[in-house]
Protein backbone atom coordinates (compact mmCIF):
# COMPACT_ATOMS: atom_id res chain seq x y z
CA UNK A 1 0.00 0.00 0.00
CA UNK A 2 1.56 3.26 -1.50
CA UNK A 3 1.35 6.91 0.22
CA UNK A 4 -0.26 9.66 -1.58
CA UNK A 5 2.21 12.27 -1.73
CA UNK A 6 0.78 16.02 -2.73
CA UNK A 7 4.31 17.51 -3.33
CA UNK A 8 8.07 17.08 -2.40
CA UNK A 9 11.16 18.96 -1.60
CA UNK A 10 15.03 17.92 -1.61
CA UNK A 11 16.00 17.67 1.95
CA UNK A 12 19.19 19.59 1.43
CA UNK A 13 17.63 22.81 -0.22
CA UNK A 14 19.51 25.69 1.18
CA UNK A 15 16.28 26.70 3.19
CA UNK A 16 15.62 23.32 4.72
CA UNK A 17 11.91 22.31 5.06
CA UNK A 18 10.49 25.58 4.29
CA UNK A 19 9.50 25.59 0.63
CA UNK A 20 7.58 22.21 1.69
CA UNK A 21 5.87 24.43 4.58
CA UNK A 22 4.84 26.57 2.36
CA UNK A 23 3.32 23.93 -0.14
CA UNK A 24 1.25 22.45 2.43
CA UNK A 25 -0.01 26.01 3.64
CA UNK A 26 -1.14 26.26 0.01
CA UNK A 27 -2.74 23.18 0.35
CA UNK A 28 -4.51 23.92 3.23
CA UNK A 29 -5.33 27.05 1.88
CA UNK A 30 -7.60 25.21 -0.64
CA UNK A 31 -8.94 23.26 2.15
CA UNK A 32 -6.90 20.08 1.68
CA UNK A 33 -5.61 19.12 4.64
CA UNK A 34 -1.79 18.83 4.65
CA UNK A 35 1.50 18.08 6.62
CA UNK A 36 5.29 17.79 5.91
CA UNK A 37 7.03 14.35 7.11
CA UNK A 38 10.64 13.86 6.37
CA UNK A 39 11.50 10.93 4.13
CA UNK A 40 14.88 9.39 5.60
CA UNK A 41 15.11 7.02 2.76
CA UNK A 42 14.77 9.19 -0.18
CA UNK A 43 16.22 12.32 2.09
CA UNK A 44 13.04 14.28 0.88
CA UNK A 45 10.22 16.64 2.59
CA UNK A 46 7.19 15.40 1.48
CA UNK A 47 3.80 16.74 1.54
CA UNK A 48 0.95 14.32 2.46
CA UNK A 49 -2.43 14.61 3.48
CA UNK A 50 -2.69 15.28 6.66
CA UNK A 51 -3.11 12.42 9.14
CA UNK A 52 -1.92 10.05 6.56
CA UNK A 53 1.42 9.46 8.18
CA UNK A 54 2.75 11.53 11.22
Known amino acids: MGREILAETSASHPRGSWPAEEQAQQFRD ?8 M ?13 EQR
Open 30 to 37: QGIPAAVV
Open 39 to 51: DMESDRFLVVPDG
